[in-house]
């Protein structure tokens, strides 16, 4: 399916695109569209999940988006900043009680050039640590901000 399914994309051919995934498990479509991000590194990738995501709001197709900007296509100019925005609405849909989404934010807050700063980070390692009282990363967060006042 690849094959096909990336050619649609490729060629802006969104329709034809989503008729041929409409049978995937949500899994499948992520395994699909990240193979494909990986092999040609295209945005038109980023757009498909987009026209998909206007559709239908799902933290899950937020979460594909994120994680194609932060891998396959953080080459690009404003890739974690779109990213960003991704992994709040994630945060957001979940209502802050998904730690998973919780680290993306600090994952954006711990890369070189950070789009996350000081105090949504410490934000977000306390709610992390209200959830999973030994998240590491979380505590880790908090450290480093008392050690630096």
Request: with cysteine; proline share 3%; aromatic share 10%.
């Given at each position: 399916?690849t094959n096909?399914?990336?050619e649609?994309?490729?060629?802006?051919q969104?329709?034809?695109?989503k008729?041929?995934?409409?049978e995937?498990?949500?899994?499948?479509?992520?395994?699909?569209?990240?193979?494909?991000?990986?092999?040609?590194?295209?945005?038109?990738?980023?757009?498909?999940?987009?026209?998909?995501?206007?559709e239908?709001?799902t933290?899950?197709?937020?979460?594909?988006?994120?994680r194609?900007?932060?891998?396959?296509?953080?080459y690009?100019d404003?890739?974690?900043?779109?990213?960003?925005?991704?992994?709040?609405?994630?945060?957001e849909?979940?209502?802050q009680?998904?730690?998973?989404?919780?680290?993306?934010?600090?994952?954006?807050?711990?890369?070189?050039?950070p789009?996350?700063g000081?105090?949504?980070a410490?934000?977000?390692?306390?709610?992390?640590?209200?959830?999973?009282?030994?998240?590491?990363?979380?505590?880790?967060v908090?450290?480093?901000?008392?050690?630096?006042?």
């Amino acid at each position: 399916m690849t094959n096909q399914l990336d050619e649609f994309i490729l060629k802006g051919q969104f329709t034809e695109a989503k008729e041929r995934t409409k049978e995937l498990s949500q899994r499948e479509l992520d395994e699909e569209l990240m193979n494909i991000a990986f092999s040609d590194s295209s945005i038109a990738n980023y757009s498909f999940i987009m026209s998909l995501l206007v559709e239908k709001e799902t933290v899950e197709l937020h979460d594909m988006a994120f994680r194609l900007m932060v891998n396959p296509l953080s080459y690009l100019d404003g890739a974690y900043y779109a990213a960003l925005y991704h992994a709040r609405r994630c945060v957001e849909l979940t209502d802050q009680q998904d730690v998973g989404y919780l680290s993306n934010l600090l994952f954006l807050h711990k890369i070189p050039n950070p789009v996350v700063g000081e105090e949504e980070a410490f934000e977000t390692a306390k709610r992390m640590l209200v959830l999973v009282p030994d998240h590491r990363v979380a505590r880790d967060v908090l450290k480093r901000r008392y050690i630096r006042k």
